[in-house]
């Protein structure tokens, strides 16, 4: 953990009533926990164009019956198994499965990669929820 540096920041009374509320709500200790937390969101969020690492979870929804969808899906998961850390199946119905499949590698290949797998035919939903890898966030 690296040296604490105090700041002081100059808020109108209205924004600060809302950030106030924000730490409150969201169950923060205090204030300075939940600006160093948008803080880091924001290097995440930053780092997603570009080619830092990130760790990611793609998450499939797809119709079961639908012809050799479930094959595809795991061939493109196979093509990228440099990417690809683990993945859940999940049935939830006669014939609706889900997929979450844990990625980690620089975000433009993690986008591609979700991309090429919500682009199958008879994938009915997909999510790509990235995160970092956390070298940089401390
Ligand atoms: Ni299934």
Same mark, same amino acid.
Request: proline share 0%.
């Given at each position: ?16 009533? %809302?950030?106030?509320?924000? #730490?409150?709500? $969201?169950?923060?200790?205090?204030? =300075?926990?939940? *600006? ?8 995440v ?19 079961h ?13 196979? %093509?990228?198994?440099?990417? #690809?850390?683990? $993945?859940?199946?999940?049935?939830? =119905?006669?014939? *609706? ?23 199958q ?18």
């Open positions: 953990m690296s040296e604490l540096v105090r700041l002081s920041i100059s808020l109108e009374e209205s924004l600060c009533e %809302k950030l106030e509320k924000l #730490v409150k709500d $969201s169950g923060y200790v205090n204030r =300075s926990e939940y *600006i160093r937390d948008m803080i880091r969101n924001r290097i969020e930053s780092q997603w164009d570009e080619a830092s690492e990130v760790v990611a979870t793609i998450t499939l929804v797809y119709n019956a639908q012809r050799e969808l479930s094959e595809k899906l795991t061939d493109i998961q196979h %093509k990228s198994h440099h990417h #690809v850390l683990a $993945s859940t199946h999940i049935h939830l =119905s006669h014939e *609706i499965c889900a997929e979450m499949i844990m990625v980690k590698g620089e975000a433009s290949g993690i986008r591609a990669l979700a991309d090429c797998l919500r682009s035919k008879g994938v009915l939903h997909s999510g790509l929820t990235m995160s970092s890898t956390g070298s940089n966030l401390h």
